[in-house]
């Protein structure tokens, strides 16, 4: 395996490193492009990469066991996608032992208001939506009165993601109907829990929702334990990347 890890002059002790410090080994000029999020160049270079058909990693928070700075430790989870933001289908030839701990719920079919989850500008943006947030409220009030509850990505003090929440995810998620986003992870968080959900193409939940042109006509999914191996094998710690484990698993997935 060669990769082109890019540093993009990330502090040495920042998110970033935990995933690119052991890709380091696999390091070469000559070899796939591999990075951390869509700062700092990296959103362009994403999406030449991605207009260009050309092979790249990219590197973010995972779909579960996310980084918490209330308890920093050194077995987090970290996101590794093959040529895009997100895995978008679902792989029939990988194992199930890594969502051993995950228990999904019956679907539900009935709350009391949807509830509306924009992704960042960046990532709305980088899909062709800036606008996502306001033409998808739009849309939907063509199509319900029911209310809407918007739940944007949780930010302080320069920070994002769960931890810098002021109302906990599993709040917003109890009384929902379903829930509506771009490509936020609140969709996976939602289809564990048995909540409909309508999302953009690009969103890893797609392979277990609609699309929100498709919105009242939620999928009950019986797909979600092949798709949450899935997502499984598209993170990893940072013990599992010097072990092989995703270098192993790559090869298998993508025959890089």
Known sequence: MKLNVIDNRHSIDSKAWYTLRPLQKYMDSAGIPTMWGLGVGNYDRCLNLKNNKQPWLFCDMPYWNRWDPRAPHDNYSWRIIHSDIH?????????????????????????????????SVTINSFIGQRNWEQETIAFLKTKTDMPIKIRHKPRKNGKSGPAYADIPLHEDLKNATCVVTSCSMVAIDAVIEGI?????????????????????????????????????????????????????????????
């Not at 030839?93 to 009935?110: A, G, N, P, T, Y």
């Not at 042109?213 to 710690?237: I, K, M, V």
């Open 196 to 256: 409909p959900v309508y999302c953009h193409p690009r969103c890893a939940a797609m392979p277990v929702a609609q699309t929100i042109e498709n919105f009242g006509t939620p999928l009950f999914s019986n797909d979600r334990l092949d798709w949450l191996a899935t997502l499984s094998w598209h993170q990893y710690t940072q013990k599992e990347i010097e072990s092989g484990m995703f270098e192993s698993m790559f090869k298998q997935m993508y025959n890089l």
């Open 87 to 119: 895995i978008t289908n679902i792989l029939s030839d990988v194992s199930d032992e890594r969502i051993q701990h995950i228990q999904l719920k019956d679907w539900r079919d009935k709350g009391e208001y949807i509830l509306l989850a924009p992704s």
